[in-house]
Structures are given as C-alpha cells and as structure tokens.
C-alpha cells in the first residue's frame, strides 16, 4: 500500500473545539480519552480522504469490542486487540465531501475484568476537522444486561458469555436516541439491579455507584483511569432519565443465596411457600428503588425520570409502581413516571436467550414515542 504523505497526526485536544465530541460519561480528560460505559466514543465531521486512530486496550479476559459508523451506518466491527496501535477509519474516500464518524464502545464496563480498558489517544488525517453540531436532548440510560445490548447481535442460541454478543447499536437506547434526535448515554451492567444482583450479591447494585465516572469497576488501573472519581454531573444534565433496573432483583428471588466469602454473611431475596414474594424482601427492594429515585433528583434536577422496565418479562412491576408512587407522594416530584417495555418474543429473541435486535427496535419504537412529548418545550 502506497503511504499516504498527506496524514496530520492530531493529538485529541488538538483536533479543536466543537470538531471533537465526546460521547458518554468520561473523566473529561482527552490525552488520552478512556471509554468506560456503552455506547460511549468519539465523533467527527472528517473532510479528507483518509483518517485513522490511535487506539490502546488491555484486558485480562475480556476484550473491548468498537464499532465504527461512516454517515450514521455501521461500516465496521472489531475486536480491539490489547496493545497500542492504528486502526483505519476509512480511505480512498471522495476528498472534497464531509463525512460524519462514530467511533462507539459496543461493550460495557466489565465489573468482573479489572484489566479490561480501551482508550483513544490520536488521530492521523489527510484534511480538514468541521464543527460537530450539538443535539436538542440529552437522555441518560441506566439498566443491565438489557441495556448493555448483551445478545442483541449474535445468532440465536449462542450460550457463551463473551464480549461478542454485546452490542451497543443493536440497542434500544441508541435506537431511542436516534428516534428523538438526543444524544445519550448508558451506565449499566449485565447481572446488576437496584437492590442485588440476580445472585443475590448486594454489592453488585448499580445506584451505589451511580455518583462516580465509572465506579463499579475494580483495580488500581482503573482507578488511575480515574474510574472511581466523582461525576461532574454539572457538565451534563439529561433532559431525560431512563431506568431500566428490577429484571435481575426478581431474578434474586428464584436463586440461591449469595455468601460472603469474607465474612461468611449470606444474602438471599426469599420466596413464599406459596411461590410469592417475601413481604420484607420485596419491600426492601421498593425502597432501594425509592432511594435511587431521589438519588436521580438530586443528580439531575430537571430530568424527566421514566422507570421503563420490560422486556425479559414484568414480575416486579407492581412493586416499581409502589415505589415509584411513594418517592412521588413524597418529594411532590411530577417529573417521574413509569413505562413497560414490551416483551420479549420467540419471534425476536436474540443471543444468550437476551432480546435480539428485532426486540429492542420494537423496545425503542414504543420507548421513544413515549417519552417524546416529555421532552418538548425541553430542548437546549
């Protein structure tokens, strides 16, 4: 391949305000941009013929996965190999024409993998960098393996849990993002909700975290990264607040319980003989839920906050409506409500027994047409 002379080699700050946009919740430093969450990345308007970027990965089991997007469609999609190294964007394209690219993180926060980072540092490029126009919303996601798009790619049936079968495209939240015109972002995490986890394991609940850049990951490299530091949630305030939690807390119920291999503690969401929720089980669930909600107010004081939960099925929707009723009684907050999301199907199950792709366009359909008058009179 014949070099291209005419390559800039362009440190992230050096691109140039509003010719670089970050997407996702970062630290906010750019030399180099570390990629925590979903869905997060970079995006250019590229005047050129070619571009390329400076990647960097590590992982101690599982690997970083992007996906690159020329002009709003998806044109590629890799595996990030651990290392520092060059990856081509595009080339050999029409010079004297802007391109829009995305560079987006398909996979999540991996909580369980504490070597697992991906990081851009450059850019190389062969013409001229255009502003990157602001979007009217801004819509934050919270949620779990639904919402981290694990098996929304991937051939029906696929068993292994990889970073392969994730997906942040094949997504309901970018999907709904897409469909109302708003830039978003995701903090979620596959097995997690708002009071345990599907095993049990109190610990792994995405609210006690949720103050943080990233801070249910582990490990002294993501905490340089600055994975654990506070979030400057100031430099960006939603319109709109997603929550998609409750799927893995109803899951706890039919599951063995949780130990503590320190302390030898257990921790078990218990059943009745009858097969129906404990009533101080699930109570402490509703007020985990409660908590969050004013959590999420005091985080993101103008948001509307929708608990739009579904999709793997809807058992714990009765007590979201109580705990959803109660912070409203409580606070007078008018600005929180709840949707259901449809149902998964055997016509539009995807991967891992996940919904598929076909599942989360129909989730993203009803989701954005619901919260779209919600967001008139709100755009910036």
Same mark, same amino acid.
């Given at each position: 391949?014949?070099? #291209?002379?005419?390559? +800039?080699?362009?440190?992230?700050?050096?691109?140039?305000?509003?010719?670089?946009?970050?997407?996702?919740?970062?630290?906010?430093?750019?030399?180099?941009?570390?990629?925590?969450?979903?869905?997060?990345?970079?995006?250019?308007?590229?005047?050129?013929?070619?571009?390329? /970027?400076?990647?960097?990965?590590?992982?101690?089991?599982? &690997?970083?996965? +992007?996906?690159?997007?020329?002009?709003?469609?998806?044109?590629?999609? *890799?595996?990030?190999?651990?290392?520092?190294?060059?990856? =081509?964007?595009?080339?050999?394209?029409?010079?004297?024409?802007?391109? #829009? @690219?995305? +560079?987006?993180?398909?996979?999540?926060?991996?909580?369980?993998?504490?070597?697992?980072?991906? *990081? +851009?540092?450059a850019a190389k490029f062969d013409g001229e960098f255009l502003p990157v126009a602001e979007k009217p919303y801004r /819509?934050?996601?919270?949620?779990?393996?639904?919402?981290?798009?694990?098996?929304?790619?991937?051939?029906?049936?696929?068993?292994?849990? /990889?970073?392969?079968?994730?997906? $942040?495209?094949?997504?309901?939240? $970018?999907?709904?993002?897409?469909?109302?015109?708003?830039?978003?972002?995701? /903090?979620?995490?596959?097995?997690?909700?708002?009071?345990?986890?599907?095993? !049990?394991?109190?610990?792994?609940?995405?609210?006690?975290?949720?103050?943080?850049? =990233?801070?249910?990951?582990?490990?002294?490299? !993501?905490?340089?990264?600055?994975?654990?530091?506070?979030?400057?949630?100031?430099a960006w305030q939603p319109d709109a607040v997603v929550v998609n939690l409750g799927t893995n807390d109803g899951g706890?119920?039919?599951?063995?319980a949780w130990t503590d291999e320190a302390t030898g503690a257990t921790h078990k969401q218990r059943l009745n003989e009858?097969?129906?929720?404990?009533? &101080?089980?699930?109570?402490?669930?509703?007020? $985990?839920?409660? #908590?969050?909600?004013?959590?999420?107010?005091? =985080?993101?004081?103008?948001?509307?906050?929708?608990?739009?939960?579904?999709?793997?099925?809807?058992?714990?929707?009765?007590?979201?409506?109580?705990?959803?009723?109660?912070?409203?009684?409580?606070?007078?907050?008018?600005?929180?409500? @709840?949707?259901?999301?449809? !149902?998964?199907?055997?016509?539009?199950?995807?991967?891992?027994?996940?919904?598929?792709?076909?599942?989360? &366009?129909? $989730?993203?359909?009803?989701?954005?047409?619901?919260?779209?008058?919600?967001?008139?009179?709100?755009?910036?």
């Amino acid at each position: 391949m014949r070099p #291209n002379v005419n390559l +800039i080699e362009y440190a992230l700050p050096d691109i140039g305000a509003g010719k670089l946009k970050v997407h996702g919740r970062t630290t906010g430093e750019l030399d180099p941009l570390t990629l925590f969450w979903t869905g997060s990345g970079i995006e250019l308007n590229a005047k050129g013929s070619e571009l390329w /970027i400076e990647v960097e990965a590590g992982y101690d089991t599982y &690997e970083p996965w +992007i996906s690159i997007l020329i002009d709003g469609e998806p044109v590629s999609r *890799q595996m990030v190999a651990a290392g520092r190294h060059w990856a =081509c964007v595009f080339r050999g394209m029409n010079a004297s024409v802007a391109k #829009n @690219v995305r +560079i987006v993180k398909d996979t999540q926060a991996m909580s369980g993998d504490p070597g697992c980072f991906l *990081q +851009i540092r450059a850019a190389k490029f062969d013409g001229e960098f255009l502003p990157v126009a602001e979007k009217p919303y801004r /819509i934050e996601f919270i949620g779990d393996s639904i919402t981290s798009g694990e098996g929304a790619i991937g051939a029906v049936g696929e068993e292994d849990w /990889i970073p392969m079968w994730f997906s $942040a495209l094949r997504n309901y939240t $970018a999907l709904t993002a897409e469909a109302l015109n708003a830039e978003y972002r995701v /903090i979620s995490q596959s097995g997690w909700g708002v009071l345990t986890s599907w095993d !049990n394991n109190p610990r792994a609940n995405v609210p006690d975290y949720y103050e943080q850049v =990233c801070g249910l990951l582990q490990g002294e490299r !993501n905490e340089a990264l600055g994975a654990f530091r506070p979030n400057d949630f100031a430099a960006w305030q939603p319109d709109a607040v997603v929550v998609n939690l409750g799927t893995n807390d109803g899951g706890a119920f039919h599951s063995p319980a949780w130990t503590d291999e320190a302390t030898g503690a257990t921790h078990k969401q218990r059943l009745n003989e009858d097969g129906t929720y404990h009533e &101080e089980d699930l109570a402490a669930f509703e007020k $985990a839920a409660e #908590n969050f909600l004013a959590k999420l107010r005091r =985080c993101n004081g103008k948001a509307h906050i929708v608990w739009a939960y579904g999709m793997l099925g809807a058992p714990m929707m009765p007590a979201i409506y109580r705990a959803v009723d109660a912070y409203a009684k409580r606070t007078g907050d008018r600005k929180v409500s @709840v949707f259901q999301l449809p !149902n998964m199907t055997e016509e539009t199950v995807g991967a891992r027994a996940h919904p598929g792709a076909a599942a989360h &366009e129909r $989730a993203a359909r009803e989701l954005a047409g619901y919260i779209r008058p919600l967001l008139t009179g709100s755009g910036r």
